[in-house]
């Protein structure tokens, strides 16, 4: 078995605010980046599948399809939205790094071919900061 | 004579959008960088003074200090913030990379220490896009 | 399941020499990394904690408190140190990157607060060169 | 237990191109990676060794000695060659980066000394791809 | 004045042969990059252009449009090719980093639009080779 | 004229101390940097060369020899050492990063061979610090 990545990026804005919670509550929890104007990030996503290659390609996938996979699933319900206001799989829910990893994974699953598998979702919030999920 | 970078960063929300243009407009010309609910990016920011070391220290200027000048003048009315929004010295501008470093100069200009010169501003938007200005 | 990752520095100097050994056997063991003058890195730690996001706020763990659990109880005792004369957690160990890890590992696990687990360490030495510990 | 990695590096030219298949369909499945005429990469390889360190060295094993295997087995090999046609462990197979890091794999595994395991090879195609292969 | 960089890929196959030299003179100058089934890279280019903002859009110049020139006069004629068999422009030169970055600017010179100016080419074949050019 | 930089990479111990000051100054000068016991570094060094190729080789100059120079007069004295301690050219000064990159400038400039010129030194001493010198 061997275990193919495929990076993409993505821009977005975003805040972590708790709608149930007060203002104050909000920023002694979420400080600055409880900030109601918004703040952003250059999102880097790294997406692994994994299996076993074809002998005529020697390929576990067409590495180029997993981009366009990547990028019609997740990429354009992202890039250059409001992650809070804009995207439909992360309605009634915080928008952290930690949430927007699981979405991303349950987007890209059900596109996943026959004969590979999802194994993981790596997401950098920023060069110091990336969540990874593998689905359970 | 010798320069000195330090490279500090901030997260912020924008838009391009400008207020005198119709919404049509605004998306022909900056497409989805127009999104009217923003979007956002890990800015990276290097700062680069000149001048003669100190015989003494052997340096051109402390680089702790020249981290805190930054930190106080820039990062801080940047960080978290929306560029649009919340930025004084953004007031009336269009929110680009180019006169965000044009600004971000201006905001350093006057708290360079006397014996050094502030030489350039280079601002990463994203790992394949950045602005350098020189002061001219 | 999530596992949420920060990243922090520090620079140090140390040799590879062990005292039980002549001078001889040390440099032909270590080559230069034995120079008895000392020589030096920029450490990059990755430490990542795991377990299941709280649905009020969407994280894992706050990574700012992440954050400062590291420099509290890691990055403080390393930063700017010499690692065989300055540590008490490396006293009469070898100072390999291997038992760096270790040993940030040891200082790191009485600290993670109940509810997540600490999932491992990532040592970087060089861009060259890391080691990861998993705790057992 | 710990784990080691080293990294190195090696440049190649290759094609993608499946001599049983028409030019066509070569064309047709790879795209532009087909071209008769080759293209080529910077390859960057990562070798994850585990074990337990040494208490006399702190060493699992030392990482100079690792590189030295790996460029004496593997970067000798491939470094500045056409992996179609220069490479005797590619024989036969599709020039694929999964085919590659499996072949890199087979390749070190005899070399790896007593008391430590090859664990994993990471190879990277592009800084936007890369494979991973465990052994099985 | 402000400078705007833009950051695009290729990958391509070359070798450094003299076609007026031996063999023998062609290795003994050329060392392994003369090998005569080719190498390859996965170069990175980095083009900077120069001038004043529009203050309707902030923008030097749309870089989403400088990314289009780049790739329609530059990336589209050596991505995935030989750059000593494929390449117009390099038609009876040597094909080093050298001649490949003159090359480069000359093919993007007559696209640069008016009211901006082509300032220079950063031109990487591996991360530790790169060379600049700045038209004369 | 083209530009062609080769990147070379060390590891050093050093501290910044000035002999002819109280431990106290020092220490209030420096903070941690003072540290009695050494720090130390993974010092990045780019060096530039400028020129006209060569029409018969594409070359500017051949990079490999210029690694050569970097290395035998430059890395050798700086590598594994301790730059207070080990190291000629910097006896007396005081082992800042400027004081650093001007004396690797002249250890490189009698090496250059006649038809190229030394054009800059670019030295990181942590990813987010580098000094640039120019020779004047």
Redo the contacts between chains.
């Keep these: ?9 993505f ?4 805040k ?1 605010y ?1 709608p ?2 007060s203002k104050e509550k909000n920023e002694e ?5 409880a ?1 109601e ?6 999102y880097e996503l790294y997406v ?1 599948i994994k299996g076993d ?1 074809d ?6 996938f ?3 399809k997993l981009g366009e996979i990547i990028r019609d699933q997740v990429i354009e319900k992202l ?4 992650l809070n ?2 995207v439909d799989f992360l309605k009634d ?7 927007l ?2 979405g991303i994974w349950q987007q890209l699953q059900p596109h996943i071919p026959a004969g590979v598998q999802l194994h993981g979702i790596k997401l950098y919030e ?9 689905g ?1």
């Excluded at 275990?3 to 993409?8: A, D, G, I, N």
């Excluded at 821009?11 to 975003?14: D, L, P, R, S």
Aim: charged share 20%; net charge negative.
């Design positions: 078995m061997v275990y193919l990545t495929r990076l993409e990026h821009n977005a804005a975003h972590l708790n149930g919670w929890v979420f400080g600055k980046c900030n104007n918004w703040h952003g990030h250059n692994t290659p002998p005529d390609t020697g390929f576990l067409d590495v180029k890039d250059h939205k409001n206001l804009d829910k915080m928008c952290s790094t930690e949430n990893a699981i920023t060069p110091q900061i990336y969540v990874e999920y593998f359970t």
